[in-house]
């Protein structure tokens, strides 16, 4: 069986903890690989090997690492088919949704590089006589990246690029349910003339992630997951003096007002409930109807998912994949069931669908809940899968406060023609990314993705400008040239002439 190592110093490294873990191909549900689980002493050669490049790096020029960052453009542009199927082979989202996996990524690749222009800094002169200010940002020594299984290559692709571009390296600890993508990056980086030591990867479990926590000489720590994990690792990185930002869960409304155009919004809520089987954190997994739209628009919603075509990723007439593990689709499945005892109408039941020459596939069909309680475990939790809850409200106002009662505030969205209901929502909703007639609102990589609430922790958000501040430290730096005649004691505060 073939298993992926962790990558450190430019090269494989094999792991020699005698740990493993499987990587299914969710289509068959046959394990195809593993992956080796990283020892603390493992971690701790990564982090020593990331900062002993660090010194060489930091002080690279940049047209030393632009160049680089181009050529892994080109490189990632040219293999987008082969790191899409490897996507697909360990996550089992389809094809074409892996491909946009990678587009997105390869945004963040652009940004950084650009990253000459964004790192210029500030100049103020004369501020006081002879006197200069200049601004600069320089990079934290060495970073970790902790990131999902739902985004193998893209969330990896929100950290590194930015991270290494302003001149830090970087030590990733990917999801041990799919690997390979992040590690073929690994690859790519290497081949387009990266230095040893600037991007690294451990493989592993807790015990990696734990290690890199604790280390001392990780800097900062950029984390996506779930929302119990955020938590932990904000906690455990302050605790251990480390910067941090923890990107968590979420459970995202899209508000479809009366005026709204209902079979966009229809198609809409399809695309952006049931895309990657529900596993993004971007996924919509409410729909709240206003004002008696209910009944026609759960129509249209659910007209349309019974005719989804789910099947293996690698198929190109599948619209929808497996789900990760066999456990988690069991576990999505049960959130359909308690729905219906708490109170739901289940309109489209997923449960039970099976793949034909495919049955022993983590495949799930779609589902549809209607007038669900908030009360219900569909509504108060994240379920990651292919279930897309409705729940009514008779207007915006008993919308908006349901809403923004939600302990996350990740992404959400209104569907209007009505431009001052829509501007107002942007103005009111507690979320961090809002679509207006756009379900799924990922920023462009040079703004900046994150949430509000449970959906992060810490402060600054996810690549852009929040991303360059994330990877630099701040340096004001005031400068006299003096005159002959500028000399003289004065113990008074320094102010200006
Ligand atoms: P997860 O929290 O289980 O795992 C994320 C990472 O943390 C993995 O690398 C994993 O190995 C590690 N980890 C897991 N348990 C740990 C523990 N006890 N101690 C230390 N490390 C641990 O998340 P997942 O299931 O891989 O991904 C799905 C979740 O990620 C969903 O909740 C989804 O909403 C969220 N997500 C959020 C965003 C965002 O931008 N907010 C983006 C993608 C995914």
């Known amino acids: 069986m073939k298993t992926v190592n962790h990558w450190i110093g430019d090269k494989p490294v094999e792991g020699t903890s005698g740990r493993f873990g499987p990587v299914y191909n969710p289509a068959t549900g046959?394990?195809?690989?593993?992956?080796a689980f990283a020892t603390v002493d493992e971690v701790d050669t990564a982090v020593a090997t990331a900062k002993a490049a660090s010194l060489s790096w930091g002080?690279?020029?940049?047209?030393?690492?632009?160049a680089i960052l181009f050529k892994f453009r080109e490189l990632l542009d040219a293999h987008r088919d082969e790191i899409a199927e490897l996507i697909s082979a360990e996550h089992g989202k389809v094809h074409s949704d892996a491909l946009g996996e990678v587009a997105r990524g390869l945004e963040v690749v652009e940004l950084a590089c650009g990253?000459?222009?964004?790192?210029?800094?500030?100049?103020?002169?004369?501020v006081s006589t002879r006197v200069d200010v200049a601004s600069i940002r320089q990079p934290l020594g060495v970073v970790a990246g902790i990131t999902p299984f739902n985004f193998p290559a893209m969330v990896p692709m929100w950290m590194f690029p930015l991270a290494i571009a302003t001149g830090n390296t970087f030590v990733l600890k990917p999801s041990e349910k799919d690997p390979s993508a992040s590690y073929r990056l690994a690859e790519l980086l290497s081949e387009a003339g990266l230095p040893d030591g600037v991007f690294n990867i451990v493989q592993g479990d807790k015990v990696a992630v734990d290690r890199l926590l604790e280390h001392p000489d990780i800097a900062a720590v950029s984390f996506v997951g779930s929302t119990p994990i955020a938590k932990y690792i904000q906690l455990k990185a302050v605790q251990h003096d480390k910067r941090v930002q923890a990107l968590g869960g979420a459970k995202n409304h899209m508000l479809v007002l009366p005026d709204a155009d209902l079979d966009f919004a229809a198609d809409q809520a399809i695309n952006a409930a049931y895309g990657s089987a529900g596993e993004r954190c971007m996924a919509v997994s409410v729909v709240v109807a206003v004002g008696g739209t209910g009944d026609e628009l759960v129509a249209k919603i659910a007209e349309r998912a019974k005719s989804l075509r789910i099947g293996p990723g690698d198929d190109p007439s599948s619209e929808m994949g497996p789900l990760i593990t066999r456990e988690h689709r069991d576990k999505v499945a049960s959130y359909v069931t308690s729905a219906a005892e708490q109170g739901a109408e289940v309109v489209v039941d997923g449960t039970g669908y099976s793949v034909e020459g495919h049955e022993d596939g983590f495949f799930i069909g779609v589902s549809l809940l209607d007038k669900v309680p908030v009360t219900a475990?569909?509504?108060?939790?994240?379920?990651?899968?292919?279930v897309l809850c409705v729940v009514r409200a008779d207007t915006y106002e008993d919308a908006i406060k349901l809403i923004n009662s939600s302990r996350w505030g990740n992404g959400t969205a209104i569907f209007t023609r009505d431009g001052g209901a829509a501007r107002r929502f942007q103005l009111e909703v507690q979320a961090g990314m809002v679509g207006v007639n756009v379900p799924i609102p990922v920023p462009v990589g040079y703004h900046s993705f994150g949430g509000w609430k449970d959906s992060l922790f810490g402060d600054l958000h996810i690549y852009g400008n929040d991303g360059i501040a994330f990877y630099t430290q701040g340096k004001v730096i005031t400068t006299r040239w003096p005159d002959p005649a500028d000399g003289g004691i004065n113990l008074g505060f320094p102010s200006h002439s």
């Open 377 to 386: 475990d569909a509504y108060k939790d994240e379920i990651f899968g292919p």
């Open 59 to 66: 002080q690279s020029s940049l047209a030393k690492r632009t």
């Open 115 to 126: 990253i000459s222009e964004k790192l210029k800094g500030e100049l103020s002169t004369q």
């Open 30 to 35: 046959a394990q195809e690989k593993q992956v």
